[in-house]
């Protein structure tokens, strides 16, 4: 690949705790910006903070690529975000955290957000998969198999810069063979 001066946007999505805002730091060049706030919805999922707006950081590649990366709030309250931050996204990364008990729901209902008439690449990275009563992974691809979807799906831990990097990695991949000019203009 010879991207020189080229830019890709990659969007991050997945419901709250997913690790949206941890998969960006992981990997990003530099300290990722993000517009976390007070969690007011304890209840619903128990961490202190959320993303209300966006998370945004960025990676220069080996050819000079810069891929900017942007995290979705995951709530559905701020989804005109999602519209707004998928709006000539490259390619999506959908997170999944396992261990919630509607990780499967979860997953159809951000792939449809995001993949429904985007025609855009989506990898899906699935987090907390040793967290007890999780399905195995291959139930979330089996899931998607049965949607008529055949998209990679990857065990993930966020906090993992080489698991991170894999997702993305495998989302420029499918981005060349779709388009081998995309990334070479």
Aim: a negative charge; aromatic letters at 8%.
């Amino acid at each position: 690949m010879s991207s020189t001066d080229s830019e890709f946007k990659i969007v991050f999505t997945g419901p709250m705790g997913a690790g949206k805002t941890t998969a960006i730091a992981a990997i990003s060049d530099e300290a990722p910006v993000s517009t976390d706030v007070f969690n007011t919805d304890r209840e619903a999922f128990d961490k202190a903070l959320t993303t209300a707006g966006l998370d945004y950081g960025q990676i220069a590649l080996e050819d000079g690529a810069t891929v900017r990366l942007y995290g979705t709030p995951g709530q559905a309250r701020f989804r005109f975000m999602w519209d707004i931050l998928g709006l000539n996204a490259a390619g999506v990364i959908v997170l999944i955290d396992a261990a919630q008990p509607d990780a499967q729901v979860q997953l159809d209902h951000f792939v449809d957000a995001f993949g429904s008439g985007r025609r855009v690449p989506i990898v899906v990275g699935v987090g907390r998969l040793e967290h007890p009563g999780a399905p195995p992974l291959d139930v979330f691809a089996q899931r998607l198999e049965t949607r008529g979807l055949t998209l990679p799906v990857f065990g993930v831990d966020v906090r993992r810069r080489p698991d991170v990097l894999l997702l993305l990695d495998t989302l420029l991949c499918l981005l060349e063979t779709a388009d081998p000019t995309r990334l070479t203009a």
